[in-house]
């Protein structure tokens, strides 16, 4: 897992299997990784959010919520989205910005954003999450 760059939503993933996740960020940082949540929740929301990913055990490098719905549809330069696409695609630009090479999300219209926009960043399906422990992630398959 080393140079390993972890991006993990929180809802319908890190919400879901807690335990889990905070086994296998304890490893990604261990090993020199990186750990970043990334999460449509508003940034409103960043001191209560902070409070249950501690509870989780949930240990991270950086935690970005993206920016709201609004501010989206100026952000996101692919028009040809509808304003929802163009909400989670803030997901992908993250990710590119910061050199994610491994996003978690239980969202297959966030999953379909990575594997158009950004094929060179691991999109995996929450379903999917013990692909992680495998050595090596190489696709971005969902």
């Excluded at 990604?28 to 750990?35: A, F, L, P, S, T």
């Excluded at 993206?66 to 100026?74: C, D, E, H, L, Y």
Aim: contains cysteine; aromatic residues 8%; negative net charge.
């Amino acid at each position: 897992m080393r140079d390993m760059r972890l991006a993990l939503d929180i809802d319908g993933t890190i919400t879901s299997d807690p335990d889990f996740f905070a086994r296998l960020v304890q490893d990604v940082i261990r090993d020199g990784g990186e750990v970043h949540v990334v999460s449509s929740r508003s940034p409103e929301a960043r001191r209560e959010t902070l409070s249950e990913l501690s509870q989780f055990g949930i240990r991270f490098s950086a935690l970005h919520l993206i920016p709201t719905i609004s501010a989206a549809q100026t952000l996101c330069p692919h028009r040809e989205l509808d304003w929802f696409q163009r909400h989670l695609w803030l997901k992908v630009d993250y990710a590119l910005a910061n050199g994610i090479t491994h996003f978690v999300d239980d969202d297959r219209k966030v999953l379909a954003l990575f594997a158009r926009f950004a094929p060179s960043v691991a999109a995996i399906d929450f379903e999917n999450r013990e692909r992680l422990l495998q050595r090596p992630i190489t696709s971005a398959e969902p």
